[in-house]
């Protein structure tokens, strides 16, 4: 998806909040997303601000997100897949609701929804608090992962994990009941902070195949005490 990295990229380092790093991982790709890294890379006005992770193989999101928020330097990351962009207050819109709330080890904000080209066609329905019970009957979070963001050390303490999951999906739901079951809080904001762009290979496309439905399934069915 190389075609798609530049804006993903560019939305980060548009943001208001100026003191981020941005942190991009290649997951194997054998596409032009090296040649076009070695551009950024090369770019006085960029270079210092990125930290390009470049993986021998395809080992699948988890490991390439964990890969990341291990290179993280800063004390709190925001997510971001190459498909999706964030809208410039994001960092701001997410430090300031997470320094309200110190307890929240995570953050999920309001979400746009945009087409293969990055336009404006939808939003997705406002986030609340998080309902477990509601999360395990209807196998589906109601958090745009391209909107959360968590501190490193909890990062640290809850990796990804493919495990029984399909290699390329998933791992963000399994994350989110991960934490919750950990005891950790999450707090979130109406405020739109980042655009779902809707391809051929979303990540949300996974909500209604069946063969995700019945992954998540046979996960909830093994949960014990919660």
């Known amino acids: 998806r190389a075609h798609l990295l530049p804006d993903a990229i560019e939305s980060c380092l548009a943001q208001t909040f100026k003191d981020i790093e941005v942190v991009v991982v290649d997951d194997g790709s054998t ?7 070695e551009h950024i890379l090369k770019d006085s006005r960029t270079a210092a601000r990125v930290n390009y992770i470049r993986l021998p193989r395809n080992k699948g999101r988890a490991f390439a997100r964990n890969a990341g928020n291990e290179a993280a330097k800063g004390e709190y990351i925001c997510v971001l897949d190459s498909d999706d962009g964030s809208l410039p207050d994001r960092a701001k819109i997410t430090l300031r609701t997470m320094r309200r709330n110190p307890k929240a080890a995570m953050f999920y904000g309001g979400c746009l929804v ?5 336009n ?8 609340g608090p998080f309902d477990f019970e509601r999360a395990k009957k209807e196998l589906f979070t109601f958090m745009a992962h391209c909107t959360m963001a968590y501190t490193k050390k909890v990062a640290l303490k809850y990796p990804y994990t493919d495990g029984v999951w399909p290699k390329n999906g998933l791992e963000d739901f399994k994350l989110i009941f991960d934490m919750h079951l950990g005891g950790e809080k999450f707090c979130f904001s109406v405020e739109k902070v980042s655009m779902y762009r809707q391809t051929e290979d979303s990540i949300t496309i996974w909500r209604d195949d069946e063969k995700a439905r019945r992954v998540k399934e046979r996960f909830v069915r093994g949960l014990k005490n919660a």
């Open 114 to 118: 945009g087409d293969f080209f990055g």
């Open 120 to 127: 404006h066609i939808g939003t997705l329905p406002d986030p």
């Open 31 to 37: 596409d032009t997303t090296p040649r076009f890294m």
